[in-house]
Nanobody, 122 residues
Framework: EVQLVESGGGLVQAGGSLRLSCAAS????????IGWFRQAPGKEREGVSC????????YYANSVKGRFTISSDNAKNTVYLQMNSLKPEDTAIYYC???????????????WGQGTQVTVSS
């Protein structure tokens, strides 16, 4: 089993930056890929990015390409999502999740964090 805890959300003005962290623990953490999702009010949860530590594979949704960067610190069992040039439409609750592969469908993610709120003001 894998436990995930997100942090780093907050309120930022448009054009600003935030870095989200996903701290993972559990016996099989190294076998999993970590993905970031977001859900805005009234909208479905959507995939943002993912990272596979086993082969270094990454994925970005078109809406965040060139602005968001996913990275991992294996020593800290933490995956980061650096978000630059933030827009009001990036406002959402951001979740990290663990799956066997990256990319993966939302149904393939077995473990989820509690989420962290990101609010971008215009």
């Amino acid at each position: 089993e894998v436990q995930l805890v997100e942090s780093g959300g907050g309120l930022v003005q448009a054009g600003g930056s935030l870095r989200l962290s996903c701290a993972a623990s559990g016996n099989t953490y190294d076998d999993y890929a970590i993905g970031w999702f977001r859900q805005a009010p009234g909208k479905e949860r959507e995939g943002v990015s993912c990272f596979s530590s086993s082969d270094g594979r990454t994925y970005y949704a078109n809406s965040v390409k060139g602005r968001f960067t996913i990275s991992s610190d294996n020593a800290k069992n933490t995956v980061y999502l650096q978000m630059n040039s933030l827009k009001p439409e990036d406002t959402a609750i951001y979740y990290c999740a663990a799956a066997w592969t990256c990319p993966a469908t939302i149904e393939e993610y077995d473990y989820w964090g509690q989420g962290t709120q990101v609010t971008v003001s215009s």
